[in-house]
């Protein structure tokens, strides 16, 4: 797959991660919530590990800078 993730799209994201997984940690969240939280931040560190989105695809959207 291309990449189609930028650096700062990539840390934004590693961001929302630590964020969610602090207030988890905080005892913050719980029930329902903590668990869409825990799954939309899966998706975040997985996609910014592999620095494509797959959402952005079907757009042809890129935060990549043009090389």
Do not use: E, H, W
Request: hydrophobic share 55%; aromatic share 8%; net charge positive.
């Amino acid at each position: 797959m291309t990449k189609n993730m930028g650096n700062l799209d990539r840390l934004f994201r590693l961001v929302v991660v630590v964020a969610i997984g602090a207030a988890y940690a905080m005892g913050q969240l719980s029930g329902t919530l903590a668990i869409i939280l825990g799954v939309v931040a899966i998706m975040f560190l997985l996609t910014s590990l592999v620095g494509t989105c797959p959402a952005y695809l079907p757009f042809g959207l890129s935060t990549r800078g043009k090389s």
